[in-house]
C-alpha cells in the first residue's frame, strides 16, 4: 500500500493577515505560502481555489503521463492551462463553479500509439479529478502540439 492509499498529514500555519504557510508532510518539500487575493489579502502566494484548479491539473497530468509512458517522461512531455470560473450559490457564497483543464502534448506524446487507449482511462485515475467532480463540472482537452483537439470530456 502506498503512502497516499493509508492518507496523509501535514500542517496549514497562520501567519498574518490572510497568509498561512503549508508544511507538507515530505521532509523535502519547501513550505508554501498561501495568500487571498486583494483587497482581502495580498496576494503573496495562490489561494486555496487556485491551489484546487492547480491539484486538478497536476492529477491529470501526471495520470496521462504514467499511462502514456509508464517511467521516466521527457522534459515538457506535457503542459496543462487550467480556467476557473467563480460563481454564488443559492446564499451569495461563492464557489468553484467549474474548471477547465486543457493538456498539451509534447510532438512525442501526441504521436503516441498508446495516446488512444490512454485518452479513454487516465481521467478516471486521476484521484483529484474525479473527487471534484462530485461537486462541479471538471472539462477536460488534449491538445498536440498545434492545439488540435485529440480528446475531450467533462
Known amino acids: 500500500m502506498s503512502g497516499e492509499e493509508a492518507g496523509f498529514e501535514f500542517e496549514v500555519r497562520h501567519k498574518a493577515g ?13 513550505v508554501l505560502l498561501l495568500d487571498e487575493p486583494r483587497p482581502l489579502g495580498l496576494e503573496r502566494g495562490p489561494n486555496a481555489a487556485r ?14 503521463l504514467y499511462c502514456m509512458t509508464k517511467r521516466d517522461p521527457a522534459p515538457g512531455a506535457v503542459r496543462a492551462r487550467v480556467r476557473g470560473r467563480m ?13 477547465e ?16 487507449r490512454c485518452a479513454a482511462l487516465f481521467e478516471d ?8 467532480r462530485s461537486g462541479f463540472p471538471v472539462h477536460v482537452r488534449v491538445e498536440d502540439p498545434q492545439g488540435r483537439l485529440l480528446h475531450e470530456s467533462g
Do not use: H, M, Q
Open 51 to 64: 491551489l484546487v484548479a492547480a491539484a486538478a491539473a497536476n492529477c491529470l497530468s501526471a495520470s496521462l
Open 125 to 132: 485515475f486521476c484521484v483529484v479529478t474525479a473527487s471534484l
Open 87 to 99: 460563481v454564488r450559490n443559492d446564499r451569495g457564497r461563492l464557489r468553484i463553479g467549474a474548471l
Open 18 to 30: 490572510y497568509a498561512f504557510e503549508v508544511r507538507f508532510d515530505w521532509e523535502e518539500v519547501p
Open 101 to 116: 483543464v486543457t493538456l498539451r502534448l509534447s510532438p512525442e506524446l501526441s504521436e503516441s500509439s498508446k495516446r488512444e
